[in-house]
């Protein structure tokens, strides 16, 4: 696509529920990463993808995190047991090594609300 | 974690002066980015300065970067209303991975 797309837009959830969010990346674009951010806060990293391969998930905060990237272009991030402090907007954005450097296009992102 | 840190954390200037927003980081780099985001919506690139370059340019914005003092600054000039957005540093650090850490941003205001 022309961008990298983001659904849902906005989710509202139930403390316990289990949520997904799913990024469309630009095509051709390799690698893939995912960001959370707070109000008032800068984006924080939780994941990137290189191909179908997680790369680097130190950023993810604990179990109930986890993404996946099965044929390396759409990837799902996925939530466990909602917490209300996971309420953010969880930011994906995608980058192709032809521009030599992790230079990156977001999404507009998915507001999590977990009431 | 976040390692750059923006300075100020907000700033409210008039139409057409200029605006300087610093960033500090603490671990070695192999580039630093700028990017900006409007409210409500997703960051965009602005432009990116290699850990061996020193100035860079791009229309009204000049980035400076001291690897010596761990430290860049985004200078915007001639500033206009549609400027009004925060404004994030990215670090990405040698070796290893390729993730980008951002800092909290600078929140800027440009009045008409």
């Known amino acids: 696509g022309a961008g990298v797309s983001q659904t849902p837009s906005n989710k509202v959830t139930e403390k316990g529920k289990y949520v997904e969010l799913r990024c469309d990346p630009i095509s051709g674009h390799t690698a893939l990463y995912w960001y959370r951010q707070s109000l008032g806060q800068g984006p924080e990293f939780l994941i990137y993808f290189q191909g179908t391969g997680a790369a680097d998930d130190s950023g993810l905060p604990n179990d109930r995190f986890f993404a996946v990237r099965p044929e390396g272009s759409v990837s799902t991030l996925k939530i466990q047991r909602t917490e209300r402090g996971d309420s953010a907007v969880y930011l994906c954005?995608?980058?192709?090594?032809?521009?030599?450097?992790?230079?990156?296009?977001f999404g507009a992102g998915s507001r999590l609300t977990v009431l | 974690s976040q390692q750059g840190e923006e300075d100020p954390q907000a700033l409210s200037i008039q139409e057409g002066e200029n605006a300087t927003m610093n960033c500090s980081y603490k671990?070695?780099?192999?580039?630093l980015q700028w990017y900006r985001q409007n409210s409500g919506r997703g960051l965009v690139h602005l432009i990116l300065i290699r850990s061996n370059e020193r100035e860079k340019h791009s229309g009204r914005l000049r980035v400076t970067l001291d690897t010596s003092k761990k430290s860049s600054s985004l200078l915007i000039t001639a500033s206009r209303a549609a400027d009004t957005a925060s404004y994030f540093c990215a670090t990405g650090s040698q070796g290893g991975s390729e993730k980008l850490v951002f800092g909290k941003g600078t929140k800027l205001t440009v009045n008409p």
């Open positions: 671990t070695s780099i192999n580039n």
């Open positions: 954005a995608s980058s192709s090594p032809g521009l030599g450097a992790n230079v990156l296009t």
